[in-house]
């Protein structure tokens, strides 16, 4: 098979899998096609909760035909036995006769030997097609997998001089309709929704995907060191219906834990550092409830916290027409810097006008 037929195929597994983003955590999102003489025989991704695997959805397609034909598949199958068969044994068992792969699987106990076990069976195996846009698609599984914490997109809608409400606290709407479209279109893509206490208060958000004809909805994560949110407001009018973890102190008042724990909510005591939560806790605890991408949605002192500590992997800024002053609440918080080589650095990936406002995307710096 030519590299550009390999390539043309494996854009579609890695389309595929990007239909189970924000649904299949802990696991990452996979997609899969079976292909032979230019036919698609089956197809498939993971599904929500994780389970099936996109190549057991794509096997079942294929049924009796997959025999001798070409998988493609947007990471390296399962080689270890969960709550399912491996991915690998399954293949083995079809009498599939090629398998086509981006990269190796970083869990441990992949990492490799779902190829070995596929070549040691007398398949063809070949790695290395659309590399990159795998390791982006998969990039918040292998994060989780290498450093215990999901990926941290922040995102931020302020005006043209970088403020996200007036010296008042109004704050809707900065940005247009079609801006906050797209919004709601990438809460949808990540495991979990994320904003400060600040931004819990003052907006009584609902932090849910809406208006797009999408049922599944993130998790909804409010860092809140003294638990003091509204009790009678969205998030705890809907906690039961709609999954809301609170990130909080030790020292928070235990009425209000208990009121929370009664209301449905998930509560996750954290470290402290200073006069708030220790982000790099923060991240690893929702890491290891199993989430690996978060959407954060500021306010200004959570995105000062998590970019000083270098936690924020992508930057998503809606920037609009208009200016609001220095008396306005400024998007990013104080976050003691007093040298320009000290201020974390990304490098930009995308501009594009969104209605009347514009989208700019940022990723970490590569060192």
Excluded at 12 to 30: K, M, T
Excluded at 175 to 197: I, Q, S, Y
Aim: proline share 5%; aromatic share 4%; net charge neutral.
């Amino acid at each position: 098979m030519d590299r550009a037929t390999d390539i043309r195929w494996m854009r579609l597994a890695l389309s595929l899998g990007r239909r189970g983003q924000g649904r299949v955590w802990p696991n990452p999102a996979v997609g899969c096609v079976i292909v032979r003489e230019g036919r698609v025989l089956g197809r498939g991704w993971t599904q929500p909760g994780g389970r099936p695997h996109a190549e057991t959805e794509a096997l079942a397609q294929a049924g009796a035909a997959a025999r001798g034909a070409t998988v493609y598949v947007s990471l390296e199958p399962c080689a270890h036995h969960g709550a399912t068969p491996p991915c690998a044994e399954a293949l083995i068992a079809a009498g599939i006769a090629r398998v086509v792969a981006p990269i190796e699987d970083s869990d441990a106990r992949v990492a490799g030997q779902g190829f070995a076990m596929l070549r040691a069976a007398g398949i063809a195996v070949t790695t290395g097609i659309c590399v990159d846009e795998a390791a982006a698609d998969h990039a918040g599984f292998f994060l989780k997998t290498d450093l215990g914490r999901p990926r941290v997109t922040l995102k931020l809608a302020a005006s043209f001089d970088g403020r996200i409400a007036t010296a008042t606290g109004q704050s809707q709407w900065i940005t247009g309709a079609p801006a906050r479209r797209l919004v709601h279109a990438m809460r949808a893509r990540h495991d979990a929704v994320m904003v400060g206490a600040g931004t819990a208060r003052a907006d009584d958000p609902s932090l849910t995907v809406r208006d797009l004809g999408i049922a599944h909805q993130p998790v909804r994560v409010v860092v809140s060191r003294r638990l003091d949110l509204p009790l009678l407001g969205q998030l705890a009018r809907s906690a039961r219906a709609v999954p809301v973890w609170l990130m909080h102190g030790g020292d928070a008042d235990a009425e209000r834990r208990t009121a929370w724990d009664w209301l449905g909510a998930r509560l996750f005591p954290c470290a402290v550092a200073g006069a708030q939560l220790d982000p790099g806790d923060v991240v690893q605890q929702l890491g290891s409830a199993g989430l690996t991408s978060v959407f954060c949605e500021g306010g200004s002192a959570l995105a000062a916290s998590l970019l000083a500590a270098d936690l924020v992997d992508e930057l998503i800024g809606f920037s609009a027409g208009l200016a609001i002053g220095a008396e306005g609440l400024p998007a990013i918080g104080a976050m003691g810097l007093d040298r320009l080589e000290s201020a974390p650095r990304f490098d930009l990936v995308d501009v594009k006008p969104v209605g009347d406002d514009i989208l700019h995307r940022w990723k970490r710096k590569e060192s």
